[in-house]
């Protein structure tokens, strides 16, 4: 959500309606004009991507867990970017936690239902006992995603440090 306003995922994009019967060379202009607004777009969020590093840095060197928490597409991507943080730069597996609405099943098939199932998100929250030393990253493509919000917001009431990611 920005603001008050969610984002529409799911809402068809007119410049890009027939793109199935467009020239190849028009679509690969598409996809890179699509990676120049994604680039504008973190540009413009840089310095609240700046806050929110450098109040996660002193959380984390003093042990605390990074937990990514997310639904569908969103989650699944999330829990990628996690799993990547192990090989890539030795982060410790115990303390990083990936919550996605409907487990493991959702990682590779639909669960649906899963991302308004804010009871489970408060149990997951509980479970893994999260707490002021920890971060958790929200990540939901509309910024409205009941499981997100729900783990969001139990996580901070638990002391958590917290960050929402949507687009």
Not at 78 to 89: H, N, Y
Not at 129 to 140: E, Q, S
Request: proline fraction near 4%; charged fraction near 25%; include cysteine.
């Amino acid at each position: 959500m920005l603001g008050d306003r969610a984002i529409d995922t799911e809402r068809l994009s007119p410049r890009y309606s027939g793109i199935d019967l467009w020239a190849p060379s028009d679509i690969l202009d598409a996809m890179i004009e699509g990676q120049f607004a994604a680039v504008g777009a973190v540009r413009a969020a840089r310095p609240a991507i700046e806050r929110a590093a450098l109040a996660m840095e002193s959380r984390l060197s003093d042990g605390g867990r990074l937990i990514y928490a997310g639904a569908g597409t969103s989650g699944r991507l999330a829990v990628q970017d996690g799993a990547e943080l192990m090989p890539t730069f030795s982060w410790p597996p115990d303390r990083l936690v990936l919550l996605i609405a409907g487990g493991d099943e959702a990682l590779i098939r639909a669960v649906e239902g899963a991302e308004d199932d804010i009871k489970k998100a408060q149990g997951l929250i509980k479970s893994h006992k999260v707490g002021k030393r920890d971060v958790l990253i929200a990540d939901a493509a509309s910024g409205t995603t009941p499981f997100t919000l729900a783990c969001l917001r139990n996580a901070r009431g638990a002391g958590a440090l917290t960050v929402g990611i949507a687009n």
